[in-house]
C-alpha cells in the first residue's frame, strides 16, 4: 500500500510539475518581442542546417524573437506533442522542419501560423491547398531542387553518359518524388534513369555494387540515407571511374563532385523572411505562395574531381565554387 | 493543459497497443517483435479503408480484423518452419515494411481531409470508450475456457499438452489478438495526427514494454487491480513522463535517454526496491505466474 502510494504521488507530482509548466510559460516580454517553436523532425545536417538558416535569418531581419527548439528525435508522436505545446504555450509561430513534423503541427491548429521548410511536395502532403494559394495558417519553402540543371551537368561534362543511376529510400515520400520526376524529364535530355531502392542503410553497399555496372554515372537525390552515407556512395563511384552529380551541396562535402543546387542553410533564411511577412508586416499565411529556393549554386568537390582525371579548366567548372 | 490532454490521449492509444504486447510479452512469455511493422500496417490499412470511402469507424475495425493476420504470419513462421519466435516476429516485420509501402503505394499519407472516429465527440472521450471497450472484451475473453488455456500455454505448455490440447492454436490465438490490437492502436494513432508515415513504428515496442513494466509498478500485490487496467495506466503515466520532459524543455539530444531512464527506475524500482522489503511484505509468490487461478481450475475440472 505504501508503495502504490508513492507511484501515486509521484503520478500527481509530474501531473502538477506539468501542469505548471505548460501554462503562461511563454510571455512576450515586450511587443516587439516575439516567441517562436521550432518543432525539427529529427537531428539530421540537411534538417540542422535548414534550422541555423532560420535562427540567422531573423537576426539579420532585426526580428526580436524567443526561440523555442524541440526536436522529435525521429519519432513521430514526439511531433504531435511537442505542437500541442507550442499551441497551448501560444507562441506566435511555429517552424516546422521536415514533412511530418508540418503535419502534425497543421494537425495541431489551424489558427497559429506554420511555416514549414525541407518539405518537396506540400501539396502532395496535403499542407497546402495549392503552391501559389496556400489557403490556410500552413506555407513554407519546398526543397525541391532543381533537378533539370543538375541532370543537364551530365551531359555537359560527358557526352557519351546514357544511362544515370540513383538510389533511394523506398520509405521516404519525398524520394519517391524526386525518383518519378527525374524519370519524367530524363527523356528529354537524352538520359535514361536506372533506380534502386534500399530501405535499410545497411543494403547501399549491396545497391552499389549491382547498380554500378549498369550505369554510366550516379546521381544522389535529397534522401536521408543516401545522405547519412554519402562517403561510401561518392568512394565507390571514385573507385569505378563514374561521375556523380548530387542534388545539395552538402553532398559535395562527402566527395561527390558537382551540384548546381540548393543549400539547406539559405532555405532555412529564405523562411525566416516569410516569418517577417507574417509577423512583422501582418500577412495571412494562405496568401503567402510557397517557395522553391531562390539561389542555386554550382559547387565542385576539387579532390573528386582529380580522382577522375577530369579537366578543370571544363567550362562547367568555370564559375563554380570549390571544395578540398 | 493541452499538452497533458495529448499526452493522455497518446496514452490511451498506446495503452491499446501495450495491451496487445502484454498477450504476447507477459501471458505467452514471447517476444513478438512484429508490433513496429504491425503498428503501421494498422494505420496504412486503415488510410486504404477510408480512402475507399469506407466510414471511419468500419476502417478502424477492418484495419484490426486484418492487421491480426500479421499474428497468423508469424505463427505460420515459428510453428510451420520452425523458425525462432523472436526471428519469426522479425521477419513479419521486415515483411511488413514493404506491404505498408504497397498497401497505398506511398510511404506517407495526409489523412486532413478525412473524416475520423473523433469526430463522434471529445477526442478524449471516444479513446476512453474504446480503450475500456477493449480492456472488458480482453478480461472477458481471458476468462473463457479458451483464454484460460491461452494463459496456461504460456505458464506451462506441457500442462497444456496433457489435457490433449494443441499449444499452436493457442499462440495462433494470442498472437492474432495481440497484432489486430496493436493494429488497431496503429489506426487511431493515425487519426489522432492526421497522417500516416511508415516511420510510426520506430521504437514502438520500447513504449509497449515500458508501458507493461510501469503498469506492474502500480499496486503490485494487488489482485484486484487487473493487469489490463494496469497496463493502460502505465502506458498514460509513461507518455505524461515523456510530455513532462518535453515540455521542461530538455536538450532535444537527450529525449531518447530520459525515456530509456524512465524505464530503468520503474525496472529497478520493481526488482531493487521490493526486494530490500521482501520481509516486511507478504512475501513469496510465484513470480513469472500472473493467474494461477486458470490453472487451478483446469487441474479441478480435468
Known amino acids: 500500500m505504501k508503495k502504490f502510494s508513492s507511484v501515486i504521488l509521484l503520478v500527481m507530482v509530474a501531473v502538477v510539475l506539468f501542469t505548471g509548466c505548460s501554462s503562461g510559460q511563454v510571455k512576450a516580454e515586450d511587443e ?7 518543432l525539427q523532425l529529427a537531428e539530421h545536417p540537411a534538417l540542422d542546417d535548414a534550422r541555423r538558416g532560420f535562427e540567422e535569418g531573423l537576426k539579420e531581419l532585426g526580428i526580436e524573437a524567443n526561440i523555442h527548439y524541440q526536436n522529435a528525435s525521429g519519432e513521430i508522436p514526439n511531433t504531435v506533442t511537442i505542437a500541442n505545446k507550442f499551441v497551448s504555450d501560444g507562441v506566435d509561430l511555429i517552424y516546422a522542419i521536415a514533412t511530418p513534423a508540418a503535419q502534425s503541427a497543421k494537425q495541431a491548429t489551424s489558427d497559429i501560423p506554420v511555416l514549414f521548410s525541407a518539405v518537396t511536395d506540400p501539396v502532395e502532403s496535403e499542407l497546402v491547398a495549392s503552391m501559389d494559394n496556400p489557403g490556410g495558417n500552413v506555407t513554407g519553402t519546398s526543397d525541391m531542387s532543381p533537378m533539370d540543371k543538375q541532370l543537364e551537368l551530365f551531359k555537359a561534362l560527358d557526352e557519351r553518359i546514357e544511362n544515370v543511376g540513383i538510389i533511394f529510400n523506398t520509405g521516404e515520400p519525398n524520394s519517391h518524388i524526386q525518383v518519378e520526376f527525374a524519370k519524367k524529364i530524363a527523356p528529354t535530355l537524352g538520359l535514361n534513369i536506372v533506380e534502386v531502392g534500399i530501405n535499410n ?7 552499389l555494387d549491382s547498380i554500378i555496372n549498369k550505369v554510366d554515372a550516379l546521381y544522389t537525390i535529397t534522401d536521408n540515407m543516401v545522405a547519412s552515407s554519402i562517403s561510401l556512395v561518392a568512394n565507390k563511384a571514385i573507385e569505378n571511374g563514374l561521375i556523380t552529380v548530387g542534388a545539395e551541396s552538402a553532398h559535395i562535402d562527402g566527395g561527390i563532385l558537382i551540384t548546381d543546387g540548393i543549400s539547406y542553410y539559405e532555405l532555412g533564411k529564405q523562411t525566416a523572411r ?51 | ?29 514471447m517476444a513478438d517483435l512484429s508490433v513496429e511493422g504491425t503498428f503501421p500496417f494498422g494505420a ?30 508469424t505463427t505460420l513462421l515459428f510453428t510451420q518452419l520452425k523458425i525462432r519466435p523472436i526471428l519469426a516476429g522479425i521477419l513479419t516485420m521486415t515483411i511488413l515494411y514493404s506491404v505498408n509501402l504497397k498497401i497505398n503505394g506511398r510511404s506517407n499519407i495526409p489523412l486532413f481531409d478525412y473524416d475520423s472516429v473523433f469526430d463522434l465527440g471529445s477526442t478524449l472521450l471516444v479513446l476512453i470508450i474504446i480503450a475500456l471497450l477493449v480492456k472488458v472484451l480482453l478480461d472477458l475473453f481471458l476468462k473463457t475456457e479458451t483464454g484460460y488455456l491461452l494463459i496456461a500455454t504460456g505458464d506451462n505448455e506441457a500442462l497444456v499438452k496433457s489435457l490433449g490440447e494443441n499449444c499452436n492454436k493457442y499462440k495462433l490465438i494470442g498472437l492474432m489478438i495481440a497484432n489486430g490490437l496493436v493494429a488497431l492502436s496503429g489506426a487511431l494513432m493515425a487519426q489522432h ?18 508501458s507493461i513494466i510501469i503498469g506492474d509498478t502500480i499496486k503490485k500485490k494487488s489482485s484486484l487491480l487487473k493487469s489490463t487496467t494496469r497496463v493502460i495506466i502505465g502506458a498514460i503515466i509513461y507518455k505524461i513522463i515523456g510530455g513532462i520532459a518535453i515540455d521542461l524543455g530538455l536538450n532535444p539530444d537527450d529525449l531518447k535517454a530520459v525515456n530509456a531512464f524512465i524505464v530503468i527506475a520503474f525496472i529497478a524500482y520493481n526488482n531493487v526496491a521490493l526486494d530490500l522489503f521482501k520481509f516486511n511484505g507478504k512475501g513469496g509468490g510465484v513470480k513469472n505466474v500472473t493467474n494461477t487461478q486458470p490453472v487451478q481450475e483446469l487441474q479441478q475440472r480435468y
Request: proline content about 3%; glycine content about 8%; overall charge negative.
Open chain 1, 274 to 324: 516569410m516569418a517577417k511577412e507574417i509577423l512583422v508586416v501582418g500577412k495571412s499565411p494562405a496568401d503567402i505562395p510557397v517557395e522553391t529556393a531562390k539561389n542555386t549554386s554550382t559547387v565542385y568537390n576539387e579532390e573528386t574531381l582529380k580522382l577522375l582525371n577530369l579537366d578543370e579548366d571544363h567550362e562547367v567548372f568555370k564559375n563554380a565554387s570549390k571544395i578540398q
Open chain 1, 201 to 207: 542503410i545497411n543494403d547501399i553497399p549491396l545497391a
Open chain 2, 44 to 73: 496504412f490499412l486503415f488510410a486504404k479503408f477510408i480512402s475507399l470511402g469506407i466510414n471511419p469507424i468500419l476502417s478502424t475495425l477492418l484495419a484490426c480484423l486484418f492487421g491480426s493476420l500479421a499474428g497468423l504470419l
Open chain 1, 32 to 38: 516587439n518581442t516575439f516567441e517562436i517553436g521550432i
Open chain 2, 193 to 210: 495526427q492526421g497522417f500516416v508515415d511508415i516511420t510510426m513504428g520506430a521504437s514502438i515496442i520500447v513504449v509497449a514494454l515500458a
Open chain 2, 1 to 29: 493543459m493541452k499538452l497533458l490532454l495529448t499526452s493522455v490521449e497518446q496514452g490511451l492509444i498506446f495503452g491499446i497497443l501495450a495491451m496487445g504486447v502484454f498477450i504476447t510479452y507477459k501471458i505467452l512469455d
